[in-house]
């Protein structure tokens, strides 16, 4: 398991950006031996994988609806999500996720249900896009 801050959000119009951080922490040598990404939920609807990243300049995973607007990147324990042209689609509660073990592309499926024992998570920080 490991400690997961986030920081950043709040609200801005359409069209604006917004500046997502995580710090992760853990009793481990290597902290990538955690993947890190980031999820969104919207009320009433299922938590939703946005962007995720193993390694630094490794390749990423994007969700189809953020992709070209949103940069995720990784320095150790750090991960930064850029979000750029948001939209009112991009309203919700972000979440920061540590995956031990996890691939680059761990926050595509729905594994975050089955096998929750591998996931950290942060308490999560609200962005709200309005018109």
């Known amino acids: 398991q490991a400690q997961v801050a986030e920081s950043g959000g709040g609200s801005v119009q359409a069209g604006g950006s917004l500046r997502l951080s995580c710090t992760i922490s853990a009793k481990i040598r290597d902290i990538t031996d955690f993947a890190m990404g980031w999820f969104r939920q919207e009320p009433g609807k299922e938590r939703e994988g946005v962007a995720c990243?193993?390694?630094?300049?490794?390749p990423v995973y994007y969700t189809d609806s953020v992709k070209g607007r949103f940069t995720i990147s990784r320095d150790k324990a750090k991960s930064t999500l850029e979000m750029n042209s948001l939209n009112l689609e991009d309203t919700a509660m972000y979440y920061c996720v540590a995956r031990h073990g996890g691939v680059y592309d761990f926050c595509s499926g729905s594994e975050w249900r089955d096998r929750g024992r591998l996931y950290s998570w942060g308490q999560g920080t609200q962005v709200v896009v309005s018109s």
């Open positions: 990243i193993r390694f630094r300049g490794g």
